[in-house]
Structure formats: structure tokens, C-alpha cells
């Protein structure tokens, strides 16, 4: 398709460019190469469009931006992104659908319940008395174990691990690899006259997890000690992050990829942690607390805001952390200054002591 | 069960709460939720007791504590941890147990060694000289490759990859996803006139692990380039952490979540590192150090103590770093009043030199 | 064989230690226990050979070094790597050899397309519309879903799911457990008069992965949103590492374990990132950029050379930020030496004020 052809499909007209160049994708205005077209739908993004390598760019008619310096059309619209959502599937290809049914080479234990229209992907094993609920789909390679439920319309990727009990809400996804219920890290430690003994301590709670939740891929929820640890409703968990024992999470958080979240923390509602961060254990982050990248959180926060640094302090006091070299460098001017003049003040003449 | 019933079949007092409330699970004082029997044993969490949501708690009989603010019963008793070993039973379900036998859909090559009353569950793989020692479980969508051993009494979880002729000691718990023998990170990199050229170090050695070692959910431990990877007895590994190749643990050590260790490290006898923590490769860690959260480690910790920050140093010195910047903004008010003195000096008229 | 044995093979000349020692494993200077043989070509690590608990080293004849101090055998070689790589085989066991053909347990969609001399182990799946290229091994237990694909002589591992339409190139390696194509994370939220409303942004791109890349255990790297995240040839991936979507590296890159990227990153030619470094999202990365370890990247680093720190600076600026708290201590000094004489210059009798 050319641009020409996009451009009368979507009712645009063609600014720059060249109207006969192919368009063979889609991307964002940072992410696009040639034969991309994007678009700018918030201005704040209008810096981009110069500098976008993308073959054609849907701008507002009233849009003021020139043509990309690299060569690409702009095709004015009246709504870029309504323009954008016709061409995505023009250049998209949709998830595969998977039909209900079970795959032969999936062991399906007698004793668990399936609902309808589910599937069961090929070499899955679904243990006693697990329940998977209406419209779910498991992907191949997906263990469910023993009593565990997952609720309706999930959609569960290879090589997930849901451990015993745990139970999963309705319309959750969850990346390949991730570990829903493995035990937390718990022992106790005796350090006698035999020397030293390490006992575990058994781990026998559950992983509940709300409706909506999402879990990207190799991310581990480790089950309670007693009771659950808990994720609430709508809240979004990246690949590769750790959720220790015991931890709630209040519903319509966020935590980004690499994040280590400790046994017992609790989280409010819509907290968001961003990558690499690590919160220490028994902490509680009220509700709309922001922690930034690669924060280390040692200690409750309870005020709205953003923080970071570690130990994790709010932003403006973060900040002035990381200016302290600086002010360091200039302290120590300063100071050499002042030693300079001190000593010039001590050389000069003192007045004779004059006694009254 | 109702608290009088609960209080009743332990032989203790109630005193505040409501006798009548349902008890539906146990739970730790913080962790507890309304329903939970919970219990203080050690007085340092005494002020616990007020704050907790748990409807029954169990408290010794001369407990200096008043019932919980929420609502709870205090339950007196001789031994409060004695009494709550007593109610866990009563509120918790057991983990699955697995009976000896291989399951028809698990793929068991006829040069392995099975040892007596193993389970392998649904979908394994074990591969050709591999051994399984006796009383192992296998559960799900394990794969055993070849040659490797598992000792007695074993338990490990689905999605674990244990790779080719790496030995597993006995009584070791291996939880889901994590993968043990996988190559280590190593590559010699030729810089030419026709270019970069990497090419791979073969990665020829294993992993051994001794007994009683239990390690987390998706944990990586990398097989040496030559030798062994060792992880020493009753060392306990948790989720998310990376081991290198030829890294050597002591026996009783600590490694909590997301903690990396780089290639050739040499950890003593119970080092503990806490969360996300880092050491680079090639390093002596003595024995009893204990690594903070977060911690970068850059050289060698020979003596016991607390290490924190990074580059990682002594807690003490530690601190001083978190506190530079409170010191930086005294000492830029301290220099601005010096300033201001040594001007008000330089201005005052100076006594006229006097010769001799 | 004896340390004689093994000076014969090579046609070395034994100096010191014990000849009739056995030699039983190969190992570094570094990692070698008693019963290892091990070598020194690079002068800079000779120092290492007095510490070695080898039983043998291989040296040049003219090397500047005495037996080791634990009693070792020098071996006197005109080229000491010649002679280790000659005792290698000795010592070590290669690999498994993965012989073509498809395992009777494997699940292979007929309408996949498998090349020739492919090993296909057991209860791999292998989906629709997926092709793999000549010569290429997966192990037991590989997801290769719709539509992907898998280049020549390639080694996939044991619980790797590669995901719909990826695209992996020619001599590929990827180790157990890691996940090629999860969904990007990508959430639109809206917070309305009827609450939160979190909107899942589809992840319609894929991941290409050029040729001679090779990936750890357990490592993550997202499908782009639109388009494709792209790893560059010969560049290697460690293990846990988290690469996110619409990432792109050059070629020549190494990213050591646990490392984050955040969306939209680019990354030159050669650029190296070391354990647990963490990059913000839409940066650029020059060619020849290193960043050291734990470090926290939060803008553009174009100039190649080392980056260090949280958030990451040139390494000699960073070295002053690690050393502003021994600064602050010397500041400190400096300033109370100067309140004391400022203070005895304003006790200091002033002179009378004469008027003219």
C-alpha cells in the first residue's frame, strides 16, 4: 500500500513526502523505521515528527508541524488517531484465536472441574479438584495444581505454574514462566552447642489473585505463610518481579519489571513502582505513593508523592542527594577561599593592646 | 469454631473480644485479618497485640498486654506458641502429598536409575543416566537431563531444568522454574582489522548441591567453565537470584530474592545477603558477613559485621554516606556566616603599620 | 593420570610440586582446587600462580613464576593455552549430542515446517504456521508457538516458549526458561468521575533476534507494541535479564545478568552493560558505551566510555560522588579550624577608629 492509497482511505490529505512510497507498518512517531506510518495525536509530542524516521505521520489538519526531515509525508486528518486505529489492523497481525476444546496430549486429572468453552493447550496438566472457569484458555505447558481455581475468560501462557490452592479472578493474563504460590523464604535459625540448624518454616497460605490483574513473564507471587498474599483488582505486574509472602497490594497498582516487593508489605490503592525498585518487608505504601526507579524503600511511606533514592526519600530531597558532589566541589572553594583571607587577616598587624 | 470453643480446646481464659466470633484461619500479628487466631510469644512484638486485626490471640498468662483495639479476644495460656501449633492444623490444609510411581505421561528414558518410591509426575522428562534418588518427588513438567543426580528424599517442583550431569545433594527443595546448569556468561572478544569477533568460552563444568539447600522460583544457578558451581549444605537460595559460574557457597548461607552473584565468588560459612543485593565476580566473602539490601559489593568483606551501599562498606560508614547531604547543607550555612564575619573583618580599618 | 603423565603428553618439564600427583580436573588459577591442572599465559595474572591450590600449571618456559605455595607443580610449556587445550578433553565431558529426528512425545502442528537434521525432543510443542531451520536443536520441552520461527543450527533449551511470529536467527542459543515475545507492558488509564480505569494497550509487534545471539536461563524480551524489539547479531545475553518492548541493540552488544531495559531503548554497536544496571525508557545508547555494574541510567549517554552510578555519570565523576562523604568529613574540619580563628580575629582588639 502506498501512501497515497492510506491517505484516501483514511480521507487525508498528503503534505511532503512521497506520495508513492510503500507503507508496510506501523509504530510510534521514537519507534518507527521507513515504511512505518504513525501519527500525533498530543502535541507535547510535536517535537517528534521532525525527527521521525516513519514514511507517512496522520497530523490535525491544524497541526503546526513540517514533514519529517527525513523524508516522510505528513497525511492531514481530522482525527489522527481515528486514522491510526483504521491503518493498525491494515499492518497487524491479531494474537491467534484458540478454540475450546482440550488438546489429546494434555493431562487433565478426572477430578477437576473445567467450564465451558475452555481450552486446554497441548502438554498442560491440570491436577484434583483444580477448577478452571468459563472461557479460559491455557495455553500449552500450563500447570495447574491440585484445588488451584482460575477464574473466567483468563488467558494463561506457557510454561505458568499455579501451585496448590491459589486461586486466580476473572479475566487475568499471565506471561509465560511466571510462578503463582511457590513457598515464601522462611526459616528459622538455631545456633546451639550442636551447631548451627536451619528449619523451614512450612508455608501453608495461598496466592489470591483479584479480577483484571495482569502478570507479565517470570514474575513469582510466592504463597502465605497463613492466609494469602493478596493482589488486587486491575493491578498490572511486569516480567521478572518478586511479591514475597504475605504481601497485599490494594487494587490499581503498578509494578514494573524487576521490582522486589518483601514478605508482609502491604501496598494501597494505585501505588506505582517502577523498575528495579526494592521494598523491604512489614512496610505499608499508602494509596497514590509513586517509587521511583531503582528506589530502595526501608521504611513506610504514607504521604502521596513521588520518592526515590535508597534509602527512598521524596523527590526534591532525592534530588538535592544527588546534587551533594556538586555542592561538595563548590563547598570546597569556598572554603580554600575563606582560608585564604583568614590567614591574610591573621598576618596583618594587630593594634597594641591598649589597657584603659 | 468459635473463640470459647477455640479457647476451650486449649485451656485458656478469655479476656475482652467476643466469645462468639467465628475463628477461620491463623495468621502472624501483623498479617492477621478479622477471623484469624493469632499469638505473642516473644514480648518484643507486644505492641503488636493493640494494633492487630486478629480476632483471638493467643498471649501468656501473665502477658503484660490489654485486648486488641479492633475488637480481638486476648486467650490466655501457658504456652502461647504451644496453643497456636495446636490451632494450625485446624485451619490449614497440608500440601499435596505424592505417592510413589511414575506418571504414564511422563518420559523416562530406560538408562535412567529410579531409585525406590520416587514420583514423577505428569509430563517429565528424565533423561538418559540420569539418576533419581530414593523418596524423590518429581512433580509436573520436570526435566532431569542426562546424566544428572538428584539425592534422597528430594522434592522438586514443576518447570525446573536441572541440566546435564550437574548433582543434587538430598533432602534439597527446588521450587518452580528455576534452572540449574545452565552455560555461564563467558566470551572472548577478538578485536581485528576485519572487525569484532566473540566467540563463546564452553562452559564444561557443572553444578553440585549439597544437602538440605532449598532454592526459590525461577532462580538461576550457571554451570562452571570447568569444575563445579557449589551451593553448601542447609544454604537457603530464594527467587529471582542469579548464581555465576564457578561461585562457591559456604554451608548455611542466606540469598534472598534477586540477589546476584558474579562469576568465581567465594562465599564462607552463613553469609547472609539480603534482597537485590550485587557482587561482582572474583570476590572473598568471609564468613558470618551479612550484605544488606540493595547493597553493591565490589571487593572482598573479610571480617563478620554488617555491610551496606554501593560500593558496599561497613553499616557505619554507610550511614555517614545516607547522611552526607544533611551535613553538605549544614556547612553551606556554616561557610555563608564565616563569609559574612571575614568580610565584616576585612572591612574594619586596619591599624597603620607601624616599623620598629 | 599423574602430573608426569600429563608433562609427558605435553612435552612439558616439571618444576616443583609433587609428579606423581593426580590430576583429575582443569580449572583457572583462580577456581582450581587440589587435583586440578591449570595454566598462565597472560603475564598480568602471574601473581596468581604462588596462590593456586592446582596441583599443576602449565607456564612458558621462560615465565618469571615459582611453583605454588600449596605445592603445585609447574609445568614449563612452550605455549601454555596449547597445552591446556590439549588437556581439556582429557578432563571434561562435551555435551550431550542431540542426534535429528522428533520424539514420539513431542507435538509438532502438522502445518509447521521443520527443516532438515532438526532434533525435536520430548513433549516439545511446535505450532502452526512455525518453521524451523536446518540442523537446529530443541531440547525437551520447548514452546515454539504460531507462526514462529527458528533459523539454522540454532540450540533452543528446556522451557523456553518462544511466542507467536518471533523471529530468531541462525545460531542462536537460548538457555532454559526464557521467554521471546511476552506482551510489552502497556497501560492507558483513565481516572474519571466513575473511578480508575486501567486499558490494555494490545502488543501487536514481535521480537527478531539476528544471528549468533546467544540468551541465558530465564530472561525476558517483550514483543514490541507495533513493529519489532530487535536484538542485534553476535550480541549476548546473560541470565533474568529484561529486555522491554520496542528495544533495539546493536550488534556486538553484552548484557551481563539481571539488567533491565525499559521500552523504546536504543543501544549502539558494542555497547556493554554490566549485572543489575537498570536503563529508563527511550534513551539512546552511543556505540562503545560501557555501563558498570548497578548502575541507574536516566538520560542519553552518547560519548563511549564508562558509565557508574544511580543516576549514571562519567566513571571519574562518579568516583567523586562515591568519595563526597570523605570530602564532607575534611570540609568539616576545615570549617571548624576556620570558625575558631575567625572567632579569635573578632576577639582581637580592634584599632581606634581615627578620623581623618
Known sequence: MTVSELAALVG????????????????????????????????KYATQVAQTKATAVFVAEDAAVSPPEAGGALVRVPSPDGAFAKAVPLF????????????????????AKIGRGVHIGPLCWVGPNAEIGDGTVLEAHVVIA???????????????????????GARVIIHNGSVIGADGFGYET??????????????????????????????????ARFGATVIGHHTKIDNLVQIGH??????????????????????GTGVMIWGQAG??????????????????????????????????????????????????????????????????????????????
Chains 1, 2, 3 share one sequence.
Open 190 to 223: 538455631h545456633v546451639g552447642p550442636e551447631g548451627i540448624k536451619v528449619e523451614k518454616i512450612p508455608q501453608l497460605g495461598i496466592v489470591e489473585i483479584g479480577d483484571d490483574v495482569e502478570i507479565g513473564a517470570n514474575t513469582t507471587i510466592d504463597r
Open 246 to 267: 504475605n504481601v497485599r497490594t490494594g487494587p490499581y497498582c503498578g509494578i514494573v519489571s524487576q521490582v522486589g516487593i518483601a514478605g508482609s508489605t502491604h501496598l
Open 146 to 168: 491440585d484445588g488451584a481455581s482460575i477464574g473466567e475468560n483468563c488467558h494463561i501462557y506457557p510454561m505458568v505454574s499455579v501451585r496448590e490452592r491459589c486461586r486466580i
Open 12 to 43: 487525508g490529505r498528503i503534505e511532503g513526502g512521497a506520495p508513492g512510497a510503500a507503507v508496510r507498518g506501523v509504530a510510534s512517531l521514537h519507534d518507527a523505521v521507513e515504511g512505518d506510518v504513525s501519527f500525533l495525536a498530543n502535541p
Open 279 to 356: 521494598l523491604a518487608g512489614h512496610l505499608t505504601i499508602g494509596d497514590g505513593v509513586e517509587i521511583l526507579a531503582h528506589a530502595g524503600v526501608a521504611g513506610d511511606l504514607t504521604k502521596p508523592g513521588q520518592y526515590l533514592g535508597a534509602p527512598a526519600v521524596p523527590k526534591r530531597e532525592a534530588l538535592r542527594v544527588f546534587h551533594a558532589p556538586r555542592a561538595v566541589e563548590r563547598l570546597k572553594e569556598q572554603v580554600a577561599a575563606l582560608e585564604a583571607k583568614v590567614r591574610a587577616l591573621e598576618a596583618s598587624p594587630q593594634p597594641p593592646v591598649q589597657e584603659a
Open 92 to 111: 497487524t497481525v491479531p494474537p491467534p484465536v484458540r478454540e475450546p476444546g482440550i488438546h489429546a496430549s494434555a493431562v487433565v486429572d478426572p477430578a
